[in-house]
């Protein structure tokens, strides 16, 4: 199962991919909404997880959930928004636009491992462990 | 693996005053835990090292001092909806249940001790708002209660940073009861009055306490003795209401310990049902 990691940093994106990789994703990588549009348009199918930053030139992160949940096809994909917006009436808006949850920066690798968990997230290296 | 510059006599003396303040038995293997725990105290006393305020401490009484180290050492970490399937099993299983069960009364009493800075009894406030609306006319009381006093002013003022309110909290959670104040975030006021905070030391004698339905005592017991373990499950039964529950941590258990509680599985969590 693929992880789509959007961030305009590659730093960021670097930090992430060390983070869900060990979760048995394979990740792949995009640098605004647009991209990661057209990245899930190469993998169709094989997206589970998208994390996303809010900020980015192009296409910000907000835009992109809009896209993406207006597809009724992909609907289903679990988002989560990894951003330095922290303002309560921000992140209402990112949640009715369709964002699963919400990962404020900075954090740690088991914030992040446990917002999966709470949305339901099944993590592929687990899936292979129970068989 | 951490090694601690401690003097084997300055950790024996530590564990000593922890046990005799609270009961709680501190592994002395693990100095490392006194030194990073400690370490702040020692540097805002004016100390140079651990072993300094040791020695300080033993040289003459000093009540407050003495409070601080047992505190530094015996606050438990916490946050919000932690293993969450208690939670969760309070949601499925027992909200229900108790909402039939108590319709008489149109009373709910939870009590989660060893509260720390409250996130336990804040995420039952917040279940409790979100997913059962009607229980609003009730009278509900949610006590937490702890050793530490700073812990418990925390607790009772419901502010949080950043790290804190990002652990284990659902984000449509915290946009509903949470407000951004500075750099912290604080509970809503309608969500910190459900809750009230109380001292409560497991080893001294207990203030009166109301019929509790529910219990939190999640890895708490892990830090006593077997014997005080016994004492405190049987004081904790004596305020629990006729199969009211208790929940422990997940490597505790009253098995061995008391007789009085039946084990339950209840969707991915187990609790302790007063027989």
């Known amino acids: ?131 | 693996m951490s090694v601690s510059t401690l003097t084997p006599d300055c950790i024996s003396y530590v564990c000593t005053t922890v046990r005799e303040r609270s009961a709680i038995e501190l592994d002395g293997s693990k100095g490392y835990l006194i030194e990073a725990r400690l370490g702040p105290v020692a540097r805002s006393h004016g100390f140079g090292s651990i072993d300094e305020l040791v020695s300080s401490l033993r040289s003459r009484r000093q009540v407050k001092l003495e409070a601080q180290v047992v505190e530094a050492l015996t606050t438990n970490e916490t946050s919000f909806f932690r293993d969450l399937h208690p939670f969760e099993a309070l949601r499925k299983v027992l909200f229900p249940e108790f909402r039939d069960r108590n319709s008489g009364t149109k009373s709910l009493n939870i009590w989660s001790a060893a509260c720390s800075t409250g996130q336990e009894i804040f995420s039952i406030a917040m279940y409790l708002r979100e997913h059962f609306p009607d229980l609003n006319s009730w009278k509900v009381q949610l006590l937490g209660t702890d050793l530490s006093d700073d812990v418990l002013v925390r607790a009772t003022e419901g502010k949080f940073s950043q790290i804190e309110v990002n652990r284990g909290m659902p984000a449509p959670l915290l946009v509903k009861n949470f407000d951004r104040v500075g750099l912290q975030w604080q509970l809503k006021p309608e969500v910190r009055k459900m809750a009230r905070f109380q001292k409560l030391n497991f080893i001294e004698r207990w203030p009166p306490l109301p019929v509790m339905d529910i219990v939190f005592l999640r890895n708490v017991l892990i830090y006593f003795s077997p014997e005080t373990k016994r004492s405190i499950l049987e004081k904790i039964r004596r305020v629990m209401a006729p199969n009211g529950v208790l929940f422990l941590g997940a490597a505790e258990t009253t098995i061995g310990l008391d007789t009085s509680f039946e084990r339950v599985q209840a969707d991915k969590s187990v609790f302790y049902r007063l027989k």
């Not at chain 1, 940093?9 to 992430?16: D, E, K």
């Not at chain 1, 605004?32 to 549009?37: S, T």
């Not at chain 1, 949850?101 to 914030?111: C, L, R």
């Open chain 1, 1 to 131: 199962m693929d992880a789509l990691v959007i961030d305009d940093s590659r730093a960021m994106r670097r930090v992430l991919r060390r983070i869900v990789e060990p979760m048995g994703f394979n990740v792949l990588e995009a640098e605004h909404g647009q991209d990661g549009l057209e990245k899930l348009d190469e993998h169709e199918d094989s997206v589970g997880l998208i994390l996303v930053d809010w900020n980015m030139p192009v296409m910000d992160g907000l835009q992109f959930v809009k896209t993406l949940r207006a597809d009724s096809e992909r609907r289903r994909i679990n988002i989560v928004m990894v951003t330095t917006e922290t303002e309560p009436t921000q992140m209402a808006r990112a949640l009715m636009a369709g964002v699963d949850e919400f990962v404020m920066k900075p954090f740690t690798p088991d914030i992040l491992t446990e917002k999966l968990k709470l949305i339901g997230v099944s993590l592929p290296a687990q899936e292979n462990v129970t068989g």
